[in-house]
């Protein structure tokens, strides 16, 4: 075995086979034939266009040094690592932080209560879950649309029928639907975090308009939620302490599942991909190696007929 | 004969077994290779994913 991976490895892995590329290359060239000041004259334009590039970039990002916009510091969450799945409890009890709170602002159309089986829920819990909702449905045989209470195959009620009513009861700004945002912004799950954490009161001199809070992190840093988690907003029901940053990191923990509910299989699947394709590189390039021996290691001689 | 000589014989030559060979140990394979990778995940997340937590809620 340690004959073969010497053979294998000992000549080629070391040894620059490429010089004779580089030679013909070179004797290819057609700046061969430039004279000094030509060659002179082009390198240091050359030099003068990537320096101003250069300069011009530099310059350009200094200017952007005004805008007052925080971001977001980065947090250790437990899914951060390569192979690191998402915390499920921590889920579970972001859905109680969003059904408790932010459900009374902000929709999430796109996940249904089907998607919690599994995931946070066991089968009978979510559909408990969706039978204390009243879901739309209709029309009847009379034409009239009616409440019905949901089944897990529906998707999570609005709390509002369209954009307009939102923003009607939100001072003009819309409370966007939360299935995708954390891939929606940037830092994702940190930046939602900050964002409901980082209330803080306003610098002197910035004015406020009516129904407006001041939050560093949010973009211009004026934004129209009000704080929406405080201690002790709500009680969760596996006892854990309901501290504002607690609140913050599970809902957090649930939109990042909401957004990318593929997560885990995704991380799984990386494992088998990497501890596959390492065993499949290994052997091609065994195999190469093997088949290409006996053509790389042959001579060819020329015996003329001498009679 | 010779270990590898069995098993050319045996196995190898025939394209009849050679094809069973290949599925008989593709199968095999799969399910050793899915056991270990995801005994491999289980154990990372230890305590994390919803197959260790559920028993609280049934």
Redesign the interface.
Known sequence: MAATVGRICGAGLFKSNSLATVNQISSYSTTREWTRGRKAFLGSLGLLAGGAGALMYTLDQSVKATDLELHPPKNMW?HN?L???????SV?RGYEVYKQVCAACHSLRFIAFRNLV?????EE?AKAEAEDQMIEDGPDDQGNMFKRPGKLSDYFPSPYPNEEAARAANNGAYPPDLSYITSARHGGEDYIFALLTGYCDPPAGLVLREGQYFNPYFPGGAISMAQALYNEAMEYT?GTPPTASQLAKDVSTFLKWTAEPEH?DR??ML??GI??FTFLIATSYYVKKLKFASLKTRKIEFRPKNN | MGISATIYNTIFKRTSTMALAVIGSAFFFERT??L???Y??DR??EG???K???G???
């Not at chain 1, 599994?118 to 066991?122: D, E, I, L």
């Open positions: 437990s690592g192979f690191s799945s998402l915390d499920h409890a579970r599994g995931v946070s829920h066991t819990e596996d885990d991380k799984r494992i088998k501890a596959i | 290779f899915d270990g990778t995801d491999f995940f990372h997340n994390k994913l919803w260790h937590i559920k609280r809620y049934q």
